[in-house]
């Protein structure tokens, strides 16, 4: 497996100075595209939770696509945590703190009080939309079990504000 994955993350594109001047954008849509690196990332995102979640959240935007592999792969739902406004019925909100200003996720309530959650992202950098996405699952009454994220970029404390997580990749 650790060929599969090593080969997996060389498909991860780094896009200098996007969305803006002194940013490192990891653009993951390569390794999407190859459905072997796909396959076995989501392997690697899940299996350290096997048997210990009901459902997966996915993160808006690039969450849900690996959440949607990820329930297929472990045979259990989905439920997508959004941003603002973008949900078309009655939602549950969280506002976090961004480096310059705030933000607000938000999820309907589709699962049963203690479903247990694994909250899943493509990147964790400073931790707050995902800390944030911990208190939303609490809100609703469920129970997140863990966190797993394609890649963390270190150094930026998102480990701190949110905990455990377990990263298949680290930048």
């Excluded at 002194?22 to 690196?37: E, N, Q, S, Y």
């Excluded at 996915?58 to 603002?84: D, H, Q, S, T, W």
């Amino acid at each position: 497996m650790a060929e599969s994955l090593a080969r997996a993350e060389s498909l991860i594109m780094s896009i200098p100075d996007y969305p803006e001047p002194g940013v490192l954008f990891r653009d993951i849509t390569p390794l999407l595209a190859d459905r072997d690196a796909l396959a076995v990332t989501i392997e690697a995102m899940i299996e350290p939770f096997a048997g210990t979640f009901d459902m997966v959240a996915g993160i808006e935007a690039r969450g849900f696509l690996l959440a949607g592999a990820a329930a297929i792969a472990a045979g259990v739902g989905l439920v997508p945590i959004r941003k603002a406004g973008k949900l078309p019925r009655p939602a549950a909100s969280v506002s976090y703190k961004l480096e310059y200003g705030t933000a607000t996720i938000e999820c309907h309530d589709d699962f049963a009080p203690g479903t247990r959650v694994l909250l899943i992202d493509d990147v964790l950098a400073t931790g707050g939309t995902l800390a944030a996405a911990h208190e939303l699952v609490a809100r609703l009454s469920g129970v997140a079990v863990g966190t797993t994220v394609l890649m963390e970029l270190e150094g930026l404390g998102g480990r701190e504000l949110v905990g455990d997580v377990h990263a298949v990749f680290t930048a």
